[in-house]
Antibody, heavy 120, light 107 residues
């Protein structure tokens, strides 16, 4: 059974760095075709894809946020970490991680999401 | 960037109805289109991938079609658990944009 769970601070201040951890089970990120993506959703708005890391450590970022994002993995812990620098009020929302299959870009299992509020 | 436009943005229907949601891409994306269902407080659930392939475990009353720029999600014989928000997503090229969502509620 594949599960993913996001964790991190619920509240960050403007200009701070956000660090989110995705802890997963039921698959290995060292297996070919396996990837983990991060997606966010501002309140009442559409989903926005942020980044992806692959089993071979290839990384992909949203062009509009690339300078602020870093994605990494710890295969031994079954975790993927996303950092986002220089947080702003508009970054408030729910952040999801999802297992992604590289061969067909299926986001086939999602976490429940981590709510992040940016406020001073 | 490829923009995804869903219509309608909201829809009211009754149990047993058949409904269709449309997703239009700003340029051709071949068949690189996924559909998701999201219920309040939960993460999205994959329903359809590559335009028309039913994800394992998803009921057969869900179906997808289309290619190029125009795609549809059809739900036949609506069940109470189907009342949720639906999103399309293109996976043709980065950024892998989603549509703005279609909220399906009970009439």
């Amino acid at each position: 059974q594949v599960t993913l769970r996001e964790s991190g601070p619920a509240l960050v201040k403007p200009t701070q760095t956000l660090t989110l951890t995705c802890t997963f089970s039921g698959f290995s990120l060292s297996t070919s075709d396996m990837c983990v993506s991060w997606i966010r959703q501002p309140p009442g708005k559409a989903l926005e894809w942020l980044a992806r890391i692959d089993w071979d450590d290839d990384k992909y970022y949203s062009a509009s946020l690339k300078t602020r994002l870093t994605i990494s993995k710890d295969t031994s812990k079954d975790q993927v970490v996303l950092t986002m620098t220089n947080m702003d009020l508009v970054d408030t929302g729910t952040y999801y991680c999802a297992r992604t299959l590289a061969s067909n870009w299926k986001f086939d299992h999602w976490g429940q999401g981590a709510r992040v509020t940016v406020s001073s | 960037d490829i923009q995804m436009t869903q219509s309608p943005s909201s829809l009211s229907a009754s149990v047993g109805d058949r409904i269709t949601i449309t997703c239009r891409a700003s340029q051709s994306i071949s068949r690189y289109l996924n559909w998701y269902q999201q219920k309040p407080g939960e993460g999205p659930e994959l329903l359809i991938y590559t335009a028309s392939y039913l994800q394992s475990g998803v009921p057969s009353r869900f179906s997808g079609s289309g290619s190029g720029t125009d795609f549809t999600l059809t739900i036949s014989n609506l069940q109470p658990e189907d009342f949720a928000t639906y999103f399309c997503q293109q996976t043709y090229g980065s950024p892998y944009n989603f549509g703005q969502g279609t909220k399906l509620d009970i009439k």
